[in-house]
């Protein structure tokens, strides 16, 4: 089984490729061969002599690159390269070339090279969904974002489901929740002060909470989105029915539902380490995402969630002591 992943630097490539050397197979296939492309050179992992690990350092809207991660005929990508949205929001161009462009690219790669039974499993976001909402939102609902992420990634979506139709590739695309708690330190993404707001006080330092606290997010924990993306590659073609896109089951918390949690599972001072500063530009963007989704397709499809917020820190929690302790 040879498995490309695209966005593979970034921390669900980076974890999805130590889930996929873990599992050791795909749909029953022995794990054989990994290709790992992103701007950035990513980290190579320590594998077994059987499994060989191609890096690739490069644009991924360079067909050139594109090419060559494709001649190998992967027959499962994993396309998790993008622009997140605040630098989405900031930069239109840049925005459109990494996720839209690059993915028009990679689906006509794939056509080019006969790839209709190769499996395209890519993340997309709560971000699709925006403007006048029912107060629960189903997998049909209308796609109308309010962002230009939200924008390209709904048209990403679109093409995917029509190449999909066509018997050009095997499309399956899963609209993340926003993922909390995302390790490491805040980056470009609009929802990033959601883990920073957890993250941080539990590790004794400051955080900074940039929207009203009654806001509310529909999230799910890294730990089980890496069990979607790797239930994503095995889910039988028929099943989908006529789309192939469909939001995963995360947990709909309002901050200040968060911030309880953190004072119920750390203590008043960690409590005391948030600081509340206003951020418009930001509140913008989240408050256009909607809250709360009936998730029924996934769950027949076999996606499993979270149980709470509890559940989500103290995941959080037993990976990051495994992390300090070397484990």
């Given at each position: 089984?040879?498995?490309?992943?695209?966005?593979?630097?970034?921390?669900?490539?980076?974890?999805?490729?130590?889930?996929?050397?873990?599992?050791?197979?795909?749909?029953?296939?022995?794990?054989?061969?990994?290709?790992?492309?992103?701007?950035?050179?990513?980290?190579?992992?320590?594998?077994?002599?059987?499994?060989?690990?191609?890096?690739?350092?490069?644009?991924?809207?360079?067909?050139?690159?594109?090419?060559?991660?494709?001649?190998?005929?992967p027959q499962?990508?994993?396309?998790?390269?993008?622009?997140?949205?605040?630098?989405?929001?900031?930069?239109?161009?840049?925005?459109?070339?990494?996720?839209?462009?690059?993915?028009?690219?990679?689906?006509?790669?794939c056509a080019?090279?006969?790839?209709?039974?190769?499996?395209?499993?890519?993340?997309?976001?709560?971000?699709?969904?925006?403007?006048?909402?029912?107060?629960?939102?189903?997998?049909?609902?209308?796609?109308?974002?309010?962002?230009?992420?939200?924008?390209?990634?709904?048209?990403?979506?679109?093409?995917?489901?029509?190449?999909?139709?066509?018997?050009?590739?095997?499309?399956?695309?899963?609209?993340?929740?926003?993922?909390?708690?995302?390790?490491?330190?805040?980056?470009?993404?609009?929802?990033?002060?959601?883990?920073?707001?957890?993250?941080?006080?539990?590790?004794?330092?400051?955080?900074?909470?940039?929207?009203?606290?009654?806001l509310e997010?529909?999230?799910?924990?890294?730990?089980?989105?890496?069990?979607?993306?790797?239930?994503?590659?095995?889910?039988?073609?028929?099943?989908?029915?006529?789309?192939?896109?469909?939001?995963?089951?995360?947990?709909?918390?309002?901050?200040?539902?968060?911030?309880?949690?953190?004072?119920?599972?750390?203590?008043?001072?960690?409590?005391?380490?948030?600081?509340?500063?206003?951020?418009?530009?930001?509140?913008?963007?989240?408050?256009?995402?909607?809250?709360?989704?009936?998730?029924?397709?996934?769950?027949?499809?076999?996606?499993?969630?979270?149980?709470?917020?509890?559940?989500?820190?103290?995941?959080?929690?037993?990976?990051?002591?495994?992390?300090?302790?070397?484990?």
């Amino acid at each position: 089984m040879h498995v490309m992943i695209t966005g593979a630097a970034g921390f669900l490539g980076q974890r999805l490729t130590a889930a996929l050397i873990e599992k050791g197979s795909l749909n029953g296939q022995p794990l054989s061969r990994l290709t790992l492309l992103d701007q950035i050179e990513a980290p190579r992992p320590e594998v077994v002599s059987a499994l060989t690990v191609e890096v690739v350092a490069g644009d991924i809207a360079d067909i050139s690159v594109l090419e060559r991660c494709l001649a190998g005929e992967p027959q499962v990508i994993y396309h998790l390269a993008a622009v997140v949205s605040s630098a989405a929001e900031a930069d239109l161009s840049l925005g459109m070339r990494v996720n839209f462009d690059a993915t028009r690219l990679l689906l006509e790669g794939c056509a080019a090279r006969g790839l209709s039974t190769t499996r395209l499993v890519m993340a997309s976001s709560v971000a699709a969904y925006g403007g006048d909402l029912p107060e629960i939102l189903e997998d049909m609902t209308a796609l109308v974002p309010q962002n230009s992420y939200g924008t390209q990634k709904a048209m990403s979506e679109l093409l995917i489901n029509d190449y999909s139709r066509r018997g050009l590739i095997d499309g399956c695309v899963l609209r993340l929740p926003t993922i909390i708690v995302r390790p490491g330190r805040p980056n470009a993404a609009a929802s990033s002060f959601a883990s920073s707001l957890l993250r941080e006080p539990l590790n004794g330092e400051a955080a900074i909470c940039p929207v009203p606290t009654d806001l509310e997010m529909f999230v799910m924990s890294p730990q089980r989105v890496i069990e979607a993306l790797l239930k994503g590659a095995e889910v039988p073609a028929a099943a989908f029915g006529l789309s192939r896109c469909f939001m995963l089951p995360g947990i709909t918390v309002s901050v200040a539902e968060m911030l309880e949690a953190l004072e119920q599972m750390a203590g008043a001072e960690a409590l005391v380490r948030v600081s509340h500063v206003p951020d418009a530009r930001i509140t913008a963007i989240v408050s256009s995402w909607p809250a709360r989704f009936e998730t029924r397709k996934a769950r027949a499809l076999g996606f499993t969630g979270d149980a709470d917020l509890a559940d989500i820190i103290s995941l959080h929690q037993r990976d990051r002591d495994v992390l300090a302790n070397g484990n």
